[in-house]
């Protein structure tokens, strides 16, 4: 166990230093009065520097990360995070640029982002994007808005927001967080929604369908040009989650397909790193009748300068403050002029080659939600077929850490039983997956023969199984000084 | 470049494993009339290539670690430490997802819930969350709820706040009917005498940014009262070096904390990826959005760490889910968990007291100069208004032939501050740095 930085502080150890005073010192109460000065500092731990070093290494070491181990996690398209576009974006050219800074004197920056925006453009048939969204749902966020501002311009906001109940919880957050009434379709085994079901709660006070395509369960959704029809007749738009775009690089554009807005997971898609849960980009493309409703600023390309145009008058405003996550941005836009047209198609033509064929090593032994199709990137299995041997989808996730694979994505979408959603990505070699695979099949004798091995897995993990239930109802939510 | 391993002997392999001729069988389901041609892109190039065409648009950039930089407003050049940097490039942390298996994240979690810990000491709240995307959206988020917690429509600011984070408050609740009020800032503090005008039993909640805009320290107490007395929560969004010296949200009885974490070891980075940071008394902590971790116990009994408080959560709740919020900021948190460990508890008094002594030294030089006025004063921190005799944008203009950046130009925030320059000094900068700056401001 490794200690918490409270615990390794000693009072007067330092793990800084800072260049000497070299302006006049004074008694900062004569510059502040002393009703806002705080009384004591903050108690912040003290440690060496190597302290915190050993700290923080060993911590990291307690990680599985896709540096280190197979990562399948479904949805989450857990790709290689190459070395050059870290060691581009940590440039300090890029680093030290100050938000405010003149434009002139980040003309290089901002090429960087005018470039990313085209590409993305190119990439999924859209006419304008923003890339100021800091993850998906930011992006779905601005999306919604951007919905909600065209039809105010049009007159009428509309009031609901349809949601197929395979979505990810992002959707009808994102929905409701902007004001939105949630309205759920159902979908059919495979995920796609049921088109008789779609046209009974299509109505004028509709404002947008937010489709996620391929769906959560790994498949196209093949009546995408009827369902455009149905939204688009009634005076509605058609919204793509892009979580699964990995899927559609050089293969399909959803600006084809009939999708008016749509928002692109940079940490996904674009392999830039997830970073323990961020930071990402959420960029978010429209059609030419959307563009003006963008968030401000927006970059224009004028006499081979770049600049910031901040004219707001149909603009939603902004999501956040400054531009954007560029330092993400940047190693996007690396990725994507390093693959360049060809690389992008084949990251996605081996990243359904990985899926379909890790799906067809397991199907034998795991019941597979949807059978009788190609998947997509993605597919998910069910682990009901094993609740006869009292074992549950977490067993078998947990049993797989055992073996040095991080689990994939479980219990999502809702509408499989015991739901595990597996995403090899392109990046991942044959071996690899031959091997992930005989380990789960591994694991699925395991849980006839002894079950009792998967329900109490993990069993070399740096810790055991960990208790949540505990968790929530004793809450400890941060570090108390002893006796504070 | 390609990154995909596969050699046409695999593919062939796997393509026989699933039974399907070529890749292309596999993408049956996409109707014909959708399928791309080819993608209208420049082809891949080579890790060399890729490294001139970086430099190329790198060379195009004037930095701040080339130029001596004067701007503030609401991102800031501090020193960071090289162990932050180093420690938070591991792959471990850096290529690992949101800690979904809490048995196979341990680091990310222990090192959320030291962040947790870290920002709750440094604000004197009692539960913070894991992050936010930046301190303007954690803004946005923290009116949402004061305005679920209180049932109430009316939100009541200064407008000594951000002006890019009022624009995202705004954009935020399109959608709500919410009324917003915006007290014109008395000599660049919060009005307290309007605020005691327009603070009723609907006001959610009063905003106080602290430093505020124009770098002033606001009479936190004083607004406190006035807040409180009508049943409103009280936001503070406040800069986290500040907190080294001022008062904390939680010494004038804040019921939310929020802020821009960039300052806490995070580079400047044109605007992002930075840091919002959530903080909230107690009794808050359930209508709190974002993720959090919790202490609990293995098996075993061995301490260990998990997500929890879940059910407020969009994966959980959905369309009631307290914030749609999924990925956060968890590498910049990490940055922030890192550098607050460095420069610990004297560290961070020091980094306050330098940027006080420092920005007030050039302050005093400023002022000696004739052209320049100080336009409030008001208390500050790190950063001050001054309003010059010439327009500011031919000012910055010659300051940038010289190498430098100077303030940050107010004119295109406020019409009526159109020869006003918003000025910061931080610990980067010495005592010549300071004395240069100041002799060619002269010159004007
Ligand atoms: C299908 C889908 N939609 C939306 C999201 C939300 O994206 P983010 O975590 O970047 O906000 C995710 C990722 O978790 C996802 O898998």
């Known amino acids: 166990m490794e200690k918490l930085i409270f615990e390794i502080s000693s009072p007067g150890r330092k793990g800084y230093s800072l260049p000497k005073l070299d302006v006049p010192d004074a008694d900062i109460k004569s510059l502040i009065p002393q009703e806002c000065l705080r009384k004591d500092g903050p108690d912040l731990p003290e440690v060496s520097e190597l302290d915190c070093v050993r700290h923080f290494t060993r911590l990291s070491q307690l990680n599985y990360s896709i540096d280190t181990n197979f990562y399948p996690l479904g949805s989450c398209t857990m790709k290689y995070n190459p070395k050059i576009n870290e060691k581009m974006a940590s440039l300090p050219q890029f680093t030290g640029l100050h938000p405010y800074q003149p434009e002139t004197s980040v003309q290089g920056m901002l090429e960087v982002l005018y470039e990313t925006e085209q590409a993305l453009c190119k990439i999924c048939g859209m006419d304008a994007f923003t890339l100021q969204p800091a993850a998906g749902a930011h992006g779905e966020l601005t999306g919604m808005l951007i919905v909600r501002a065209y039809h105010t311009s049009k007159g009428n906001a509309r009031k609901k927001v349809i949601i197929p109940d395979s979505a990810h919880g992002t959707n009808p957050a994102s929905a409701a967080l902007c004001g939105y009434e949630v309205v759920t379709v159902k979908s059919d085994k495979a995920g796609r929604i049921d088109l008789e079901a779609l046209k009974s709660v299509m109505s004028e006070e509709v404002a947008v369908l937010m489709l996620t395509n391929p769906n959560t369960l790994g498949l196209f959704e093949k009546n995408v040009k009827e ?76 006499r081979n300068k770049l600049s910031f145009d901040y004219d707001a008058k149909k603009s939603i405003g902004r999501v956040r403050a400054f531009y954007g996550n560029t330092g993400v941005i940047i190693k996007a836009y690396c990725y994507m002029r390093s693959l360049g047209a060809d690389g992008l198609k084949d990251a996605t033509l081996e990243a359904v080659l990985n899926a379909n064929y890790l799906k067809a090593k397991l199907k034998k032994d795991y019941m597979l939600a949807v059978d009788g199709e190609p998947c997509m990137h993605e597919f998910v299995l069910t ?34 039983e015991e739901a595990i959603m597996i995403e090899p990505t392109e990046t991942e070699s044959k071996e690899t997956l031959d091997a992930f695979a005989e380990t789960m099949i591994k694991i699925a004798a395991e849980a006839r023969s002894d079950p009792l091995l998967l329900t109490g897995a993990p069993h070399i993990t740096p810790v055991r199984r960990l208790d949540e239930v505990l968790a929530a109802r004793e809450l400890n939510l941060r570090w108390k000084k002893p006796g504070a | 470049m390609k990154y995909s391993p596969h050699t046409d002997k695999d593919k062939k392999e796997m393509l026989a494993a699933i039974g399907a001729a070529s890749p292309e069988d596999l993408f049956g389901a996409i109707p014909k009339e959708f399928r791309l041609q080819k993608l209208d892109l420049p082809e891949g190039i080579s890790e060399l290539e890729l490294k001139k065409l970086i430099f190329e648009k790198t060379g195009k950039n004037y930095s701040t ?23 938070i490039s591991r792959g471990e942390f850096l290529t690992a997802y949101t800690p979904y298996q809490a048995e196979a994240s341990q680091g990310t979690l222990q090192a959320i819930y030291e962040y947790q ?64 009020v915006e007290i014109p800032h008395a000599g660049g ?66 019921d939310i904390a929020v802020g821009e974490g960039q300052p806490l070891g995070i580079p400047l980075s044109f605007g992002g990826p930075y840091l919002g940071f959530f903080a909230v008394k107690e009794k808050h902590m359930r209508k709190m959005p974002g993720r959090v971790a919790g202490m609990t116990k293995d098996i075993e009994g061995k301490r260990g760490f998990v997500l929890t408080m879940q059910a407020r959560e969009q994966h959980i709740r959905r369309e009631k889910a307290t914030s749609n919020i999924c990925s956060n900021e968890g590498l910049m948190a990490l940055a922030a968990c890192v550098h607050l460990s460095l420069l610990g508890k004297e560290g961070m008094k020091e980094v306050a007291r330098q940027n006080v002594l420092k920005s007030h030294y050039l302050k005093d030089k400023i002022l000696k100069l004739s052209g320049f006025e100080l336009m409030f004063e008001a208390p500050f921190f790190n950063e001050f208004v001054v309003r010059c005799g010439k327009e500011t944008d031919k ?33 980067t900068k010495s005592k010549d740095d300071l004395d240069r700056f100041a002799e060619l401001l002269g010159k004007h």
């Open chain 2, 395 to 427: 000012i910055t203009g010659d300051l940038l032939k010289h190498g430098m950046i100077g303030g940050l130009p107010l004119g295109r925030f406020r019409a009526d501050m159109k020869n006003c320059m918003l000025i910061c000094v931080t610990e």
């Open chain 1, 227 to 302: 369902i455009a029809d149905i939204v688009h007749k009634a005076g509605a738009l058609l919204y793509l989650d892009g979580a699964n775009l990995n899927a559609l690089l050089g293969v399909a554009r959803p600006g084809d397909m009939g999708f008016d807005v749509c928002h692109v997971n940079l940490h996904k898609t674009f392999s830039t790193p997830h970073g323990g849960g961020g930071p990402g980009a959420g960029p978010v493309g429209v059609k030419a009748i959307l563009a003006d409703f963008l968030p401000i600023p927006r970059i224009k390309q004028k």
């Open chain 2, 117 to 180: 810990s870290l920002i709750c000491e440094l604000t004197g709240m009692d539960v913070a969350n894991a992050s936010m995307y930046d301190g303007a959206s954690a803004l946005a988020e923290a009116v949402m709820l004061a305005v679920r917690e209180t049932g109430r429509n009316r939100v009541i600011f200064s407008s000594s706040l951000h002006p890019e984070y009022r624009q995202v408050m705004k954009t935020y609740f399109e959608g709500y009917k919410i009324e917003f």
């Open chain 2, 189 to 254: 503090l919060f009005d307290e005498a309007a605020l005691k005008r327009e603070a009723n039993d609907s006001t959610a909640c009063v905003i106080v940014q602290n430093p505020n805009f124009f770098g002033c320290i606001e009479k936190a107490d004083k607004i406190e009262a006035i807040c409180h007395s009508c049943g409103a929560l009280l936001i503070a969004c406040v800069n986290p070096v500040s907190l080294g010296i001022l008062k904390a949200p939680g010494g004038y009885n804040a």
């Open chain 1, 383 to 416: 682990g009901k077929d094993k609740k006869e041997f009292g074992v549950k989808t977490l067993d078998i996730a947990k049993r797989l850490l055992d073996y040095g694979y991080y689990a994939p994505t479980v219990y999502f979408p809702l509408i499989v």
């Open chain 2, 65 to 87: 670690q080339k130029l001596d930089s004067f701007l503030g407003g609401g991102a800031y050049e501090h020193y960071i430490p090289q162990a932050v940097e180093s420690l």
